[in-house]
Each structure stands twice: as structure tokens, then as C-alpha cells.
């Protein structure tokens, strides 16, 4: 089982919202809601991560991990096709 960063993809869930952050080759990526794509650093995820965890009870926020067995973005390439 490979074990990197890109093989994992953070969810982060609130009512009928949904934002997920992933790396690619370049470097971390949100992706809003929306659809919209936004290039992030590493920090910048770290600061929406740990609030998200500490304080998830009270915001009835859920985050969840998924792990893939390829690079999440490659997974994305395939269901565009």
C-alpha cells in the first residue's frame, strides 16, 4: 500500500457542502464546492485542517480521509474520460 501524500484525499462535509484538498505534482489543491480549482500551500491546508478537527463537534462538520491506491489525481483523469 503506498503511503504518500498524493494517494489521500481530505473531505471536509457541512450540510450539502462539500470541499476536498489533494495533491498533485505541483502541490496541494482545493476544490470548492462549486468545482472551482485553487492552488494552496501546504500551511494554507494545515490552517483549515486543524480548526476543522478541533472544532468539527460544534459545527456539525465532518472530515474524512480517503486513501487511494494511485495518486488522487490520477483517479480524477480517468472519471473525466
Not at 498533485?24 to 476544490?31: M, Y
Not at 472530515?63 to 473525466?80: A, M, N, S
Request: with cysteine; aromatic share 12%.
Amino acid at each position: 500500500m503506498k503511503k504518500t501524500n498524493d494517494t489521500y484525499c481530505i473531505v471536509f462535509k457541512v450540510n450539502n457542502i462539500t470541499e476536498r484538498y489533494y495533491r498533485d505534482k505541483e502541490g496541494w489543491l482545493k476544490i470548492s464546492n462549486k468545482g472551482r480549482v485553487f492552488r494552496a500551500t501546504a500551511e494554507q491546508v494545515m490552517n483549515h485542517l486543524l480548526p476543522a478537527l478541533a472544532f468539527s463537534d460544534k459545527l456539525g462538520l465532518t472530515v474524512t480521509v480517503e486513501h487511494y491506491e494511485k495518486p488522487y489525481w490520477q483517479t480524477l483523469e480517468v472519471r473525466e474520460e
